[in-house]
């Protein structure tokens, strides 16, 4: 059994991860253990938490033509949703910039959705949305100004 205080790493308060509360693929969310935990659970519906309604409602009321979106930890870059064609040429191609930019390492397609924002912005915008890992990786540890490279 957690107890609050015992729901850290990437979970707030009430242990759900308010990363994983965009309705991105939400039936099909990788890794997500259905119950309270330390990590990955994605909550009882999208957009459950407050954090996450907050973000959809401050994106639904602007026009932004990209998403960027930072986690840790790894130095790696998200860039890919299902897109196909011209849009995921377009994705690429921007993320390849970033990818130049900061030398982090471009994460390869993969079927399973995280649930994040930028799959959401991705699918439901048909714009290009980007999640950077900005640290060195640092597993379970927590992540402090340190292992940010600038």
């Known amino acids: 059994m957690f107890t609050e205080k015992s729901l850290l790493s990437?979970?707030?308060?009430?242990?759900?991860?308010s990363y994983r509360q965009?309705?991105?693929?939400?039936?099909?969310?990788?890794?997500n253990p259905?119950?309270?935990?330390?990590?990955?659970?994605?909550?009882?519906?999208?957009f459950s938490e407050p954090e996450?309604?907050?973000m959809r409602n401050f994106t639904l009321a602007h026009n932004f033509q990209m998403a960027i979106s930072s986690h840790s930890?790894?130095?790696i870059i998200y860039w890919h949703f299902h897109q196909l064609g011209e849009r995921k040429k377009r994705d690429y191609s921007l993320a390849s910039m970033l990818a130049k930019k900061t030398g982090?390492?471009?994460?390869?397609?993969?079927?399973?959705?995280?649930?994040g924002y930028t799959d959401w912005f991705i699918s439901g915008f048909?714009?290009?949305g980007f999640t950077l890992e900005v640290s060195k990786y640092v597993y379970r540890f927590k992540l402090s100004f340190r292992h940010i490279t600038s």
Request: proline share 10%; net charge positive.
């Open 104 to 115: 982090y390492s471009l994460v390869k397609p993969k079927k399973n959705p995280s649930g």
């Open 52 to 54: 996450a309604q907050a």
């Open 126 to 128: 048909k714009k290009p």
């Open 10 to 17: 990437k979970q707030r308060v009430g242990g759900r991860g």
């Open 22 to 31: 965009y309705d991105a693929d939400w039936k099909n969310i990788c890794y």
């Open 73 to 75: 930890s790894e130095e």
């Open 34 to 46: 259905g119950k309270l935990a330390t990590k990955n659970y994605k909550g009882p519906r999208p």
